[in-house]
């Protein structure tokens, strides 16, 4: 089937609004129960959704460990969660809040992710960032940061900005990574429409020290607390793909046209004080940086304190490998 994307004109309008949305706080957009917004991706009773309806933990324990997806598909828009982490020991574990069309686009998906990887006893969560356009999977651009709280000892927002020109990523309505379309970066821009995603589940091959340190289910069940789920975008129709609806856009007149220069200057300081890793710098794996990288001598300096970190590298997959195998198993064993 010829999928025929007619949405690419979504506009810089959009960009606008979003970004004011963002500048005017974001309490005023709605939160959605998990029942209006959402569907439970795999798990089974590993997700539980709290007496208001609104608040879900998900945990991870031997058996498998669980995510939910939200109901529709959106072409551009802000994504939010407030996330409490498990705490204690995490190795292994992963938490992953995404955007995703892998189900749909299986050679050229587009991927917007924010994922926390446990740590041994005594070490923070990490936190990582990454993007990847129609399938450009061999190009990773991410980042990673530690965090200036514990995010095992309250819940924090974390927040996507999505838009045809550029990617935001928040915490606590600080902006932490600008991510600009480019000319050069082709069709690595991700442009088609996603899902959102949580997930949580066993990266023990993956996650810590690139699986030096697996996951110890001595401290399970792993729980992660999700809650103030706003989803708040174009939400695209999954068949026509063309129908699309957008939801809280503001009127121009209320527009700023960028991150205002108080939350740049926030910006710049968290990674500064907080990022040790960024694809720009990793000259392993990319001897030329990708064409949008600014690459800054201070910087480089800075993250070359830390080493080049491997995660294992290659894809991985949320969870959803595990998902897609207790559902088989299920299946067969129901018959
Ligand atoms: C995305 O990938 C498909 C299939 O590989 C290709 O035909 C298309 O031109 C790509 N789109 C962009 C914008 O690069």
């Known amino acids: 089937m010829v999928m025929k994307l007619p949405f690419l004109g979504s506009s810089l309008f959009l960009f606008l609004a979003l970004v004011s949305v963002v500048a005017s706080g974001f309490e005023k957009l709605p939160i959605l129960s998990f029942d209006e917004g959402y569907n ?13 309806g609104k608040a879900v933990h998900l945990t991870l324990n031997e058996r ?22 498990p705490a204690d020991y995490n190795a292994g574990v992963v938490v992953a809040f995404y955007m995703s069309n892998g189900d749909i686009f299986e050679k050229n998906h587009d991927e917007i992710d924010f994922e926390f990887l446990g740590n041994i006893r005594g070490k923070d969560w990490r936190i990582q960032t990454n993007v990847y356009g129609n399938g450009s999977t061999s190009v990773g651009r991410e980042e990673r940061y530690n965090l200036w709280f514990d995010p095992a000892d309250d819940s924090h927002q974390y927040t996507i900005l999505w838009t045809d ?24 821009f991700p442009s088609k429409p996603m899902s959102l995603y949580a997930t949580i589940w066993d990266g023990s091959d993956w ?8 996951v110890n289910y001595k401290y399970a069940p792993y729980i992660a607390e999700f809650s103030d789920l706003i989803l708040d975008g174009c939400s695209v129709d999954p068949i026509e793909f063309s129908s699309k609806r957008c939801d809280n856009i503001q009127s121009p007149e209320q527009l700023m046209t960028r991150i205002a220069p108080s939350q740049r200057s926030k910006m710049d300081s968290f990674r500064r004080k907080h990022m040790t890793y960024s694809y720009c710098y990793d000259q392993t794996r990319y001897k030329v940086p990708p064409a949008e990288c600014m690459v800054n001598p201070l910087e480089a300096k800075q993250l070359n304190k830390f080493g080049p970190v491997t995660f294992g590298g290659g894809r991985h997959h949320h969870g959803k490998r595990h998902h897609r195998s207790r559902a088989d198993r299920s299946e067969a064993d129901s018959i």
């Open 165 to 188: 020109s550029h990617i935001i990523f928040y915490v606590d309505n600080i902006p932490i990574r600008e991510f600009k379309r480019t000319a050069a970066m082709g069709g690595d």
């Open 64 to 85: 498998t460990g669980s995510g939910f997806v939200s109901q529709d598909l959106y072409l551009h828009g802000y994504f939010s969660a407030s996330i409490k982490l």
């Open 207 to 214: 996650a810590t020290n690139g699986g030096k340190y697996r």
């Open 40 to 52: 439970q991706l795999f798990g089974d009773d590993n997700l539980a959704i709290h007496r208001d």
